[in-house]
């Protein structure tokens, strides 16, 4: 039985997360070399829980019987997901908490642009009708689901109130959770400087890198909004803005205590991740280049 701090990471949607999950599993997981089947239908592994819940509807009955079952353990490493703050009082041990924050405008702009992408592959996610019609400012006036609305303020005060319901006091408290309960808060926008302040946090020293994950492929392509549009997402999303200006604050300061030696660390960090990206570029164009020379053989 571990005495160690659950790491629990409250994913904010369409901040990064998909890909520090991947990171953290990297981390955290046995590497024992023993089999670890998963349990809890694929959402526990060596001792990581994926909290079973969307950003959209929250956990339904079969999956808080799940969480019930699994925040207890005695083995329990971390829990990664689109948790609320407050899931440690469900534990037997204390927490480590973590997350990431994005600047509102682009979080909420990739929120539109993803629910646009799945509507279009797959049609309505979790159950939310989105016309087609549907611009980014009527998504923004009228949010069809309150991640939409200060997002991250709801998910870091541990509060959830009605669309429009958020309030200064709620943003007060989701600024003290994060001064008093969190080792680390990350910016999606300064990811490697994230990353490097988790491995010293924890005193973790795996060397794991990343490819972005569970991103739009088209975003990039897509044209400017307009300056009305992001005044309106802004102003729907004002405690969010100060919300992320405070993590700045507190990446900031985070940033200073280690002095050069965190430059140094990831100058470090990023040199390696670029030849681990160069190798893993350089083996894929092998593999496609011996599928190419038997797909020849064959003809």
């Known amino acids: 039985m571990s005495?160690?701090?659950?790491?629990?990471?409250?994913?904010?949607?369409?901040?990064?997360?998909?890909?520090?999950?991947?990171?953290?599993?990297?981390?955290?997981?046995?590497?024992?070399?023993?089999?670890?089947?998963?349990?809890?239908?694929?959402?526990?592994?060596?001792?990581?829980?994926?909290?079973?819940?969307?950003?959209?509807?929250?956990?339904?009955?079969?999956?808080?019987?799940?969480?019930?079952?699994?925040?207890?353990?005695p083995d329990l490493k971390a829990v990664l997901g689109h948790c609320n703050f407050?899931?440690?009082?469900?534990?037997?041990?204390?927490?480590?908490?973590?997350?990431?924050?994005r600047h509102p405008v682009e979080r909420v702009m990739s929120l539109y642009h993803f629910e646009k992408l799945v509507k279009a592959k797959f049609g309505d996610h979790e159950g939310i009708k989105l016309p087609a019609e549907t611009t980014l400012k009527s998504f923004v006036e009228s949010p069809p689901f309150k991640d939409v609305d200060n997002g991250q303020t709801r998910?870091?005060?541990?509060?959830?109130?009605?669309?429009?319901g958020c309030t200064r006091a709620m943003l007060e408290r989701a600024k003290e959770n994060l001064r008093?309960?969190?080792?680390?808060?990350?910016?999606?926008?300064?990811?490697?400087?994230?990353?490097?302040?988790?491995?010293?946090?924890?005193?973790w020293s795996r060397d794991v890198f990343y490819y972005p994950m569970n991103t739009n492929p088209d975003r990039a392509a897509m044209p400017c909004e307009s300056q009305d549009t992001i005044h309106t997402i802004q102003a729907h999303n004002s405690f969010d803005y100060e919300l992320y200006q405070f993590a700045i604050e507190l990446m900031e300061s985070a940033v200073s205590r280690y002095g050069t030696a965190f430059q140094e660390q990831l100058e470090e960090f990023r040199v390696k991740k670029q030849a681990w990206y160069d190798d893993v570029t350089r083996n894929s164009e092998t593999m496609l280049d011996g599928q190419r020379k038997r797909a020849l053989r064959g003809r």
């Open 3 to 73: 005495n160690q701090p659950v790491v629990v990471y409250i994913h904010i949607p369409k901040a990064g997360g998909t890909t520090l999950a991947d990171w953290l599993y990297g981390q955290l997981r046995d590497l024992s070399g023993e089999a670890c089947e998963a349990e809890e239908e694929g959402c526990l592994n060596s001792g990581i829980f994926y909290y079973s819940s969307g950003y959209i509807k929250g956990p339904d009955a079969q999956d808080i019987a799940r969480i019930m079952r699994v925040l207890p353990r």
């Open 180 to 203: 008093r309960h969190f080792v680390v808060v990350g910016l999606t926008e300064r990811f490697d400087e994230t990353l490097v302040l988790l491995k010293q946090a924890f005193s």
């Open 86 to 101: 407050g899931i440690h009082e469900q534990l037997t041990r204390p927490a480590s908490y973590i997350t990431m924050l």
């Open 155 to 164: 998910r870091i005060a541990g509060l959830s109130p009605d669309v429009g």
